[in-house]
Structure formats: structure tokens, C-alpha cells
């Protein structure tokens, strides 16, 4: 009996060392990929690595704008759909370290210190007991659960991977929203440059406007010449008008993304930005002999 009683008290904690080591999760098993001979001639096929949450870059610096520099900086302090991506990924970190926490043995004290008075008219006191009398306390509470299951293994493991996924959408969520604002800038001062285009094409065909009429005072022109010169001069002033809306849409875009006011928010218009190429070579013909519908045209086809 003496060496059962022994042998039952080594099998009771060598039983829960084992049973600590067993999970009820099944191995997780990337699928196999049947591996394709490489047709391409100059070995262009590459396997995918995916690296969702590492850092992009400040890949925009690349063009060379201060202006765009500053608005990016700005997007990345202040976008409130970042800052809801940034909130996420510390939220996951924070419960995979109160997961991993779960690990390690709990411990919880506790102390109270409290005053406290008798009546003289309780029942059946003792006429000896004090009428104030100090009632302390301390307690202390050790706890520990054996992972026998694999329970709190595995919730750790789904945390890191929630956290892991967090970190790759924010990632994800800040190139895709560094983009969208280089695109609305450029688009911008796309049309900064239609806009000067423009503008130079109005006080050419006013010129021009004010020789037709002097020439139809003299007697020379039609009145036929006069119409068409005030119609190009108008097209013109109208597609002009339709480039000033479409840069208030595209400033109110820029003004969501950096967080700011669209009211207030404005981008100062440039006469030449070396971000964007000068519509003036892209014309077949110089702005004083391109009539109003020849713009339009080209403008329309770009």
C-alpha cells in the first residue's frame, strides 16, 4: 500500500505534465503548390512573396514637390481612416500580450483598513468589548491554470495572427490613401496647367476679337466674322469656368484626406510646375492660331 500511495502521488502531476502538452486544434498545413516549369524566355516568372505589412516608403518623394511633400505629411498626421488602422493594430497587440500574460502564474493582493463603532444598544453585547475597535485585513491570492488543452497556445497564436493581419490592412490602408492624394495633386495641377493654357488662349482670341470688330467697323469684316470670333472667345471662357470647378473638387478631395476643412482649405494655383509636363508641346500648333474648338478637342482627347 505504502509504495502505490507513492507511485499514485508521482503519476497525478506526470499525468498533468502530459496532458499540458496536448491541444485539441488540428496542425495548421499550407496547401501544396505544384510547381510550374518557368516558360518565360528571360525568366521573368517569380513566386509571390507576400509583404503586406512592411513600410512602403515615401515613395512620393520621388517627384520631386515640396507642396505634395507637405500635404502627404500632413495626411499621415491627421487622416482619420489611418488613425482608425493605427488604432486597430495596437488594439491586437495589446490583447496578444494579454493573452501571452495568461502564461504566467496571477497574483492578487488585496488590504483594507477600516474604523468601526458599536452601539450601546446592540443586542446581547458584551459590556466589555470596546465601543471602537480597528478591523484590518490583507489577503493575497496566487493563481495559475495548466494549459492542457492547448487553450491559451492557440488563443495566442490566433491573436498574432489577428495582429499580423491588422498590421498588413494598415499598411495596405496607408499606400492606398498616399496614392489617392498623389493622384488628386496631380490631377490638380493638371489642371493648374489647362487652366494657364487657357488663359492665355482667352486674352489671344480677345485680341483677336477687338481686330474683327475694328475691321467690321472699317467696313472690311462681317458681322458673320465678328459672331465667330466672340463665340471662340466664349467656348473658351466656358471650358475655363468648368476647370475651376473640377479644382474645387479636387482641393475638397485633398482637404477629407489631410484632415482639414474644405471651407477653408485652399492650394495656390502655379503658373509652371515641373510635376507636370506644360500642355503648350502637346499642341499641334501654337495658342494665338488654335481656334476654340481645336482646344477643346485636344483637351478632350488627353
Known amino acids: ?165 491588422s498590421a498588413a490592412d494598415l499598411e495596405s490602408a496607408r499606400l492606398s490613401l498616399h496614392a489617392l492624394l498623389a493622384e488628386h495633386y496631380i490631377r490638380l495641377r493638371n489642371v493648374d496647367a489647362q487652366s494657364n493654357l487657357l488663359g492665355e488662349s482667352i486674352q489671344t482670341f480677345e485680341k483677336n476679337l477687338t481686330f474683327v470688330k475694328n475691321r467690321h467697323s472699317g467696313g472690311i469684316a462681317s458681322g458673320l466674322d465678328v459672331a465667330r470670333a466672340e463665340t471662340q472667345v466664349n467656348i473658351v471662357k466656358a471650358e475655363l469656368y468648368e476647370l475651376k470647378i473640377q479644382r474645387a473638387v479636387f482641393e475638397h478631395a485633398i482637404a477629407s484626406l489631410i484632415g482639414e476643412s474644405a471651407t477653408a482649405f485652399t492650394i495656390s494655383p502655379v503658373v509652371n510646375s515641373d510635376l507636370i509636363q506644360p500642355l503648350k508641346s502637346q499642341l499641334d500648333c501654337p495658342p494665338c492660331y488654335c481656334s476654340g474648338g481645336q482646344i477643346l478637342h485636344r483637351l478632350s482627347a488627353r
Not at 512620393?60 to 488604432?87: H, S, Y
Request: glycine residues 4%; aromatic residues 10%.
Open 1 to 165: 500500500m505504502r509504495y502505490s500511495a507513492i507511485a499514485y502521488r508521482l503519476l497525478l502531476p506526470l499525468s498533468a505534465l502530459l496532458m499540458h502538452g496536448c491541444s485539441f486544434t488540428t496542425p495548421y498545413q499550407p496547401p501544396i503548390v505544384v510547381p510550374v516549369k518557368d516558360a518565360w524566355r528571360d525568366s521573368l516568372w517569380k513566386e509571390a512573396q507576400p509583404s503586406d505589412e512592411l513600410p512602403k516608403g515615401s515613395w512620393w518623394r520621388l517627384f520631386g514637390d515640396k507642396k505634395l511633400n507637405e500635404l502627404q505629411e500632413k495626411m499621415e498626421r491627421n487622416n482619420p481612416t489611418l488613425a482608425i488602422a493605427v488604432a486597430r493594430l495596437d488594439q491586437s497587440t495589446a490583447y496578444v500580450r494579454q493573452l501571452g500574460a495568461a502564461q504566467f502564474p496571477s497574483l492578487d493582493a488585496d488590504a483594507g483598513i477600516t474604523r468601526n463603532r458599536q452601539s450601546d444598544h446592540r443586542p446581547l453585547r458584551n459590556p466589555n468589548q470596546p465601543g471602537f475597535y480597528n478591523a484590518n485585513t490583507v489577503s493575497m491570492l496566487l493563481s495559475y491554470e495548466l494549459d492542457l488543452w492547448g487553450r491559451v497556445r492557440n488563443s495566442i497564436a490566433a491573436g498574432k495572427a489577428a495582429a499580423q493581419a
